[in-house]
């Protein structure tokens, strides 16, 4: 099993331009999460799915548009992209019982981001 | 307020010695999960271990294991025989609930660790 993957590893934006970062987990997780992590903080929660076709607002969600077609991808969008979503992006995913315990969060390795 | 703290913005140990990194934690809710991740320099979260708040025993992971003081709502990582690829961010995190019956993680600010030869 590859885990959690994520591409690109490193990308330079120019401000107003978009992208889309890929997450794809092969361990058949329902959830599915994307956060953000800025220099010298913890993680951030941008947007989550419980599963595909359902997507949903975290903490931190304005600028950012994602989407849930299958099971195993959950790219996020990023539109009009700003200096303030300079950051380091985590795809992670997990498992949840239908009563909604989550088992750990398995992250993958990252994309960092600039935009100038 | 801060759900998690971790009050050590950075420690050092020596080699082969044990250390522990503190987290406090904030909740009303009766049930929830802490969780240690390590983040090396090459940027990767890597989980290490969890203890759920009705576990009634410590978690432990080979080197790792968690003093949980459920009434001081601390989870501390000890780190038994200290080795060089120890040396990275750690996080504490919790796991709360969330909307329309979800969960998240929410995080420390994290403490880095040192290991000295």
């Known amino acids: 099993n590859a885990g959690v993957t994520q591409t690109p590893k490193f990308r330079i934006l120019k401000i107003g331009q978009s992208m889309t970062l890929q997450c794809t987990q092969d361990m058949n997780h329902n959830y599915m999460y994307w956060y953000r992590q800025d220099p010298g903080m913890g993680l951030k929660l941008i947007y989550y799915s419980v599963g595909a076709g359902i997507t949903d607002k975290g903490e931190v969600p304005n600028g950012y548009n994602v989407s849930r077609s299958t099971t195993e991808d959950f790219p996020l969008r990023l539109e009009l992209a700003a200096p303030s979503q300079t950051s380091v992006y985590f795809c992670?995913?997990?498992?949840?019982?239908?009563?909604?315990?989550?088992?750990?969060?398995?992250f993958g390795p990252g994309t960092r981001l600039t935009v100038l | 307020a801060q759900k998690i703290t971790q009050t050590q913005p950075g420690m050092f140990v020596q080699e082969k010695e044990a250390v522990t990194l503190d987290c406090t934690y904030d909740?009303?809710?009766?049930?929830?999960?802490l969780f240690w991740y390590k983040q090396p320099s090459s940027g990767e979260m890597i989980f290490l271990i969890y203890q759920g708040s009705y576990d009634q025993q410590n978690a432990t992971e080979g080197r790792y294991s968690l003093n949980f003081q459920k009434a001081r709502k601390s989870a501390n990582l000890v780190i038994s025989a200290s080795q060089l690829g120890d040396s990275a961010m750690y996080f504490c995190?919790?796991?709360?609930?969330?909307?329309?019956?979800?969960?998240?993680?929410?995080f420390g600010k994290g403490t880095k660790l040192t290991v000295n030869p």
């Open positions: 992670a995913s997990s498992y949840s019982t239908l009563a909604g315990l989550t088992d750990t969060q398995y």
């Open positions: 909740t009303s809710d009766p049930s929830y999960g």
């Open positions: 995190a919790m796991r709360e609930a969330f909307r329309g019956g979800s969960e998240k993680l929410v």
